[in-house]
C-alpha cells in the first residue's frame, strides 16, 4: 500500500494564480482531511470529508476548495493564490472508528510570491 | 481554555535524560487520545495510541488521567533520535463524525 500520496512535493506560484493539490489514499478510508502548518506553528484544519461526497470546513477554510467525488481523492483547491496561503499542507485519512489514528501524507509545500 | 494544550516547551535534555510532556483538553467527553511526533519538515507520524490504564512502548510511556482531563507522555535514556516535535490529538465524536484536534506541539531537543 502506498498509504497517503501528496503531489507536488514543492510548488511556487504568483499572487492570483490557481492550483490543485492532489491527496490520494488507497486505504480505503472514508475520512479524509486537508490540514495547513506554518513555520513553527500547529496544524490547523482547512477542510475534512466523511465520505464521497460530503465536504465540511474546518478552522481556515477562506480562499480553498475541496472535493470528494471518490473515496480516494480529496483535492483541494486554492482559486486566487494569496501572500498569507504560503504554506506546508499534509492531507491525512482515517478509517472510521474513535480509536483508529489518522496517517498523513509527505505534504506539500507551498510558496506564494 | 484552549481545547488541547501542550507544554510549550522547548525540552534541552542530555541523551539519557528522562523527559515528560504533558497535554489537557477541555472536552470532558473526548474519548481517544494519541502522541505522535514531527521531525522537522516532515509529516506527523503516529507515535502511539493512549489507553484508560496506561501503555508503555520500550521507552515510551503514555498516561490518561480522565479525571484531571490531561495525557502525559514519558521518554525514558532519551536518544538523539528522539529529538523532534511531539503532538498530541485528542478525538472527540459528534454523532457520525469525529472531531480531531492536535496541540500546537512540544519541541525536544536531546544533545549529545
Known amino acids: 500500500n502506498a498509504g497517503v500520496t501528496q503531489t507536488p512535493k514543492f510548488r511556487i506560484l504568483k499572487i492570483g494564480q490557481s492550483m490543485t493539490l492532489q491527496c490520494a489514499q488507497d486505504?480505503?478510508?472514508?475520512?479524509m482531511y486537508w490540514y495547513r502548518q506554518d513555520p513553527g506553528m500547529g496544524l490547523k484544519l482547512i477542510y475534512y470529508s466523511v465520505g464521497a461526497g460530503i465536504t465540511d470546513k474546518g478552522e481556515v477554510p477562506n480562499g480553498y476548495n475541496v472535493s470528494r467525488s471518490t473515496t480516494e481523492d480529496f483535492p483541494l483547491r486554492l482559486e486566487l493564490a494569496a501572500p498569507s496561503q504560503t504554506s506546508v499542507y499534509f492531507c491525512a485519512s482515517k478509517e472510521g472508528g474513535l480509536n483508529q489514528p489518522q496517517h498523513f501524507g509527505d505534504g506539500t509545500r507551498l510558496s506564494i510570491l | 481554555r484552549k481545547e488541547v494544550e501542550q507544554d510549550p516547551g522547548p525540552f534541552n535534555v542530555p541523551e539519557g535524560a528522562t523527559v515528560a510532556f504533558n497535554c489537557t483538553y477541555s472536552?470532558?467527553?473526548?474519548?481517544?487520545f494519541f502522541w505522535y511526533r514531527q521531525d522537522c519538515r516532515k509529516e506527523p507520524k503516529l507515535l502511539m495510541s493512549?489507553?484508560?490504564s496506561g501503555n508503555e512502548d520500550g521507552r515510551f510511556t503514555a498516561q490518561l488521567n480522565r479525571a484531571s482531563q490531561y495525557i502525559s507522555l514519558l521518554i525514558r535514556d532519551s536518544k538523539l533520535s528522539d529529538s523532534a516535535t511531539y503532538l498530541c490529538?485528542?478525538?472527540?465524536?459528534?454523532?457520525?463524525?469525529?472531531?480531531?484536534?492536535f496541540g500546537k506541539g512540544t519541541l525536544l531537543t536531546v544533545n549529545p
Open positions: 486505504m480505503n478510508h472514508n475520512y
Open positions: 493512549v489507553y484508560s
Open positions: 472536552n470532558s467527553a473526548s474519548q481517544s
Open positions: 490529538v485528542v478525538i472527540s465524536s459528534g454523532g457520525s463524525n469525529y472531531k480531531l484536534t
